[in-house]
């Protein structure tokens, strides 16, 4: 079953607009949710986590239980956010399970 | 301070012939994972070392999946024979310790096309 939703495959907006990569996940436990992303040309890396409820490259995510979601925005976008993004649930102490990925476009 | 390194970054082979892919962990993480991304895919746990110990291989999708780290250091993936639905990017994945708040750190992939 996909614990990890990540609704949309490609995003894009314009420079300085808001953007939300949205993610949904399944799990009845206590979930540990991260934001990874990639550039072009650059290996994954973390953005964010929520339980550090940081703030990185401008980008937030907060944990909604109620609706089990873990969405990233950003107010105003930037060219270098351009990438492809990834939400991942960790479940026990070790194993990562991955949404789809977003790829994101910031158009100038 | 060097990160996680994969080898080779890409490979093409032919379908029933073996490959094998070297991954590095950052040095002094005793965790080792193995992920792939097929194509359309989501990426996916394969396997988990803590040392040269295998803690969890669920993910390994059957028996031509081979994973190696002895001396628990360096890490091994072998895949024989391969198949075209191997296809896909290999990453390799290391963190110091386990339990929440513990960053993982991915080395670039390894590309294999098989044809």
């Known amino acids: 079953a996909q614990r990890v939703t990540q609704p949309e495959k490609l995003l894009s907006v314009f420079k300085g607009a808001p953007v939300e990569l949205k993610c949904n996940y399944s799990y009845s436990g206590s979930p540990e949710l991260f934001w990874y992303v990639q550039y072009s040309r650059q290996r994954l890396q973390l953005l964010l986590r929520?339980?550090s409820r940081e703030s990185i490259k401008g980008f937030t995510a907060d944990l909604n239980k109620g609706e089990t979601s873990f969405h990233l925005k950003k107010p105003f976008a930037q060219e270098e956010d351009s990438a492809m993004y990834y939400c991942a649930l960790r479940i026990g102490a070790n194993n990562l399970f991955f949404g789809t990925g977003t790829r994101l476009t910031v158009i100038p | 301070e060097a990160g996680v390194t994969q080898f080779p970054s890409h490979s093409v082979i032919e379908k029933g012939q073996t490959v094998t892919l070297r991954c590095d962990p950052i040095s002094g993480h005793d965790n080792l994972y193995w992920y792939r991304r097929v194509m359309g895919k989501e990426i996916k746990f394969l396997l988990h070392?803590?040392?040269?110990?295998?803690?969890?291989e669920s993910g390994m999708p059957n028996n031509r999946f081979l994973a190696e780290r002895t001396g628990g250091t360096y890490s091994t993936l072998k895949v024989q024979p391969a198949e075209l639905e191997d296809s896909g990017v290999y990453f390799c994945?290391?963190?110091?310790?386990?339990?929440?708040?513990?960053?993982?750190?991915f080395g670039e992939g390894s590309w294999l096309t098989v044809v």
């Open positions: 929520h339980i």
């Open positions: 994945a290391s963190s110091q310790d386990l339990g929440k708040g513990n960053t993982i750190y």
């Open positions: 070392f803590v040392k040269e110990s295998k803690q969890d």
